[in-house]
């Protein structure tokens, strides 16, 4: 790798936007045929960077050379003409058009130079996703894919344009384990073609896997950049937060008291897997749900909280029978559900942090058709300060702010429904691991005062660090529910995979 010639050169970029200094005189190094890690805290700078080499946003200042030749981009096309591809952080489909549509978009082949070649749109998707062992059926409408598939389409569509550097900014965010490999065999292959991979990501074990380099960001300047083999993930964590990180879990210092939740056979309707599910939730537990992707976690909690038709079941809290038939209804009831994908059904990104914050809890603000300005400026304050977003001021379009950020708000803004029974679906995805710490003390906090919290996540150490028990689920079905002093990583594995 040593002597792996530069690829792509930044030289003392800088990128301000009102009220914050985004970039400061970063460099940036990258080898052909190498993967270089690019990593640091949310809001560090790291997508900026990105967009600023991919013609996104234009630099204040700075160079950009390509194989020893200056270049600059004013749009997207021209980098992706030069062989520079990115695969966002949000995902940028058109929901409504087919997988093959969405690949090719703008670039159409035509036959008599009026009409979509659509057999050679076909056939050249299924080269691609052939040649990257990808298995989905090119004619399948977007909206139709989960999360996952749509990250390996993006993943696809950046390969199709031959490109000499690849952007993947938190590409695995979404992605179970599997997928993680599959991305990584895709990853190795684009490398040794001599691609230029730069790879962005909060799973630091996962940059110890794949990468060649690792680039530090903080505060928008470049910290340092290290080979792989010369430093470990403590050394990383340091460099990042700029300070020594202890432990990555605080204290489980919640008591579980009598029963809060008691879910009795949930069945759904357009789930058909998801049948007969019963579990209780304790007043001040933390409920863990783990699971492989498909395994119907988020259907259940979808369906607790009204997002889906139930076919039967009921739901009790507190002896009382709850319908939950709609989200408002089930607000009323004093639940909240953190969603699992943002820019689907989380974020409203033409509105301000502040209204991000308040939208779920408008009516307590709203007293005869009048807004109370003072008090919601109280509550937007107490949330921006208790989760430390990081924000230039809560008149900012959410939309500006960086990927970890947007999900504090969203939940900042459940809290203030002040819920009995939090629905969590990947509370941390795409958070620092300074920023996550500070979410599980809040996610214990919450349980201490007496309320119930389920989460789920498919990151392992996050279930055994942070829930009391752990509900597993494998194919619709609950695999077992165990409790988290008594168990391990494999007994869960193990339990994930039992009705496979
Ligand atoms: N279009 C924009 N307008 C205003 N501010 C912006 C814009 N884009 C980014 N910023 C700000 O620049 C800073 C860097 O954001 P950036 O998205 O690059 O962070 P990041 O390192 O990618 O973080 P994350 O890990 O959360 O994705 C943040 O403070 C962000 O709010
Ligand atoms: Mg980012």
């Known amino acids: 790798m040593e002597n792996n010639p530069i690829l792509l050169q930044v030289s003392d970029m800088s990128k301000s936007f009102p009220g914050v200094q985004a970039l400061n005189n970063v460099s940036l190094n990258v080898k052909k045929g190498t993967v270089h890690a690019l990593v640091g805290e949310n809001g560090a700078g790291k997508s900026t960077l990105m967009k600023c080499i991919f013609g996104i946003y234009h630099p204040d200042k700075g160079t950009l050379k390509l194989e020893g030749t200056t270049v600059s981009f004013s749009e997207p096309k021209q980098a992706l003409d030069n062989g520079i591809t990115m695969v966002h952080q949000e995902l940028n489909q058109v929901s409504r058009l087919r997988v093959m549509d969405n690949i090719w978009l703008g670039r159409f082949p035509m036959k008599n130079g009026i009409v979509i070649d659509e057999k050679k749109v076909l056939n050249d998707t299924k080269t691609i996703f052939s040649n990257l062992e990808i298995d989905i059926n090119p004619l399948t409408k977007v909206e139709k894919l989960s999360v996952s598939e749509r990250q390996m389409i993006e993943i696809a569509k950046a390969a199709s344009y031959n490109a000499k550097i690849i952007v993947m900014d938190e590409p695995t965010s979404s992605l179970s384990e599997k997928e993680v490999a599959h991305l990584f065999r895709v990853i190795n292959k684009l490398k040794e073609k001599g691609c230029g991979i730069i790879y962005i990501s909060h799973k630091l074990e996962e940059i110890f896997s794949i990468a060649d380099e690792v680039s530090v960001m903080r505060d928008g300047n470049m910290i340092s950049t290290e080979k792989i083999e010369d430093i470990n993930i403590d050394n990383v964590i340091t460099l990042m937060v700029g300070r020594k990180l202890d432990n990555r879990f605080p204290k489980k210092t919640n008591k579980t008291d009598g029963i809060l939740l008691e879910v009795k056979n949930l069945s759904l309707v357009y789930s058909q897997l998801v049948?007969?599910?019963?579990?209780?939730?304790?007043?001040?537990?933390?409920?863990?749900?783990?699971?492989?992707?498909?395994?119907?976690?988020?259907?259940?909690?979808?369906?607790?909280?009204?997002?889906?038709?139930?076919?039967?079941?009921?739901?009790?809290?507190?002896?009382?029978?709850?319908?939950?038939?709609?989200?408002?209804?089930?607000?009323?009831?004093?639940?909240?559900?953190?969603?699992?994908?943002?820019?689907?059904?989380?974020?409203?990104?033409?509105?301000?942090?502040?209204?991000?914050?308040?939208?779920?809890?408008?009516?307590?603000?709203?007293?005869?058709?009048?807004?109370?300005?003072?008090?919601?400026?109280?509550?937007?304050?107490?949330?921006?300060?208790?989760?430390?977003?990081?924000?230039?001021?809560?008149?900012?379009?959410?939309?500006?702010?960086?990927?970890?950020?947007?999900?504090?708000?969203?939940?900042?803004?459940?809290?203030?429904?002040?819920?009995?029974?939090?629905?969590?679906?990947?509370?941390?995805?795409?958070?620092?691991?300074?920023?996550?710490?500070?979410?599980?003390?809040?996610?214990?906090?919450?349980?201490?005062?007496?309320?119930?919290?389920?989460?789920?996540?498919?990151?392992?150490?996050?279930?055994?660090?942070?829930?009391?028990?752990?509900?597993?689920?494998?194919?619709?079905?609950i695999a077992g529910i165990v409790n988290t002093e008594e168990t391990n990583q494999e007994e869960i594995l193990r339990l994930a995979a039992k009705y496979l």
């Open 275 to 477: 049948k007969n599910i019963s579990f209780t939730l304790k007043k001040g537990e933390i409920l863990g749900i783990a699971g492989l992707e498909g395994s119907m976690r988020t259907e259940i909690i979808e369906g607790l909280f009204g997002y889906r038709t139930k076919e039967s079941g009921e739901i009790i809290v507190n002896n009382s029978l709850c319908k939950n038939n709609s989200p408002s209804n089930s607000i009323k009831n004093k639940f909240a559900l953190l969603t699992e994908e943002r820019k689907y059904n989380g974020i409203f990104p033409g509105m301000t942090v502040k209204d991000n914050i308040m939208i779920s809890n408008i009516n307590e603000y709203c007293k005869f058709g009048v807004i109370n300005d003072e008090k919601v400026n109280k509550d937007v304050f107490k949330i921006i300060k208790s989760l430390n977003v990081k924000t230039p001021s809560e008149k900012a379009m959410i939309r500006n702010l960086s990927g970890g950020n947007q999900q504090k708000v969203i939940f900042g803004r459940w809290m203030l429904t002040s819920p009995d029974i939090l629905l969590l679906d990947e509370p941390t995805r795409g958070i620092d691991v300074g920023a996550k710490y500070e979410i599980y003390q809040l996610i214990i906090e919450l349980a201490k005062e007496g309320k119930g919290i389920i989460m789920i996540s498919s990151e392992m150490p996050e279930l055994l660090g942070v829930s009391n028990r752990i509900l597993v689920m494998s194919n619709g079905k």
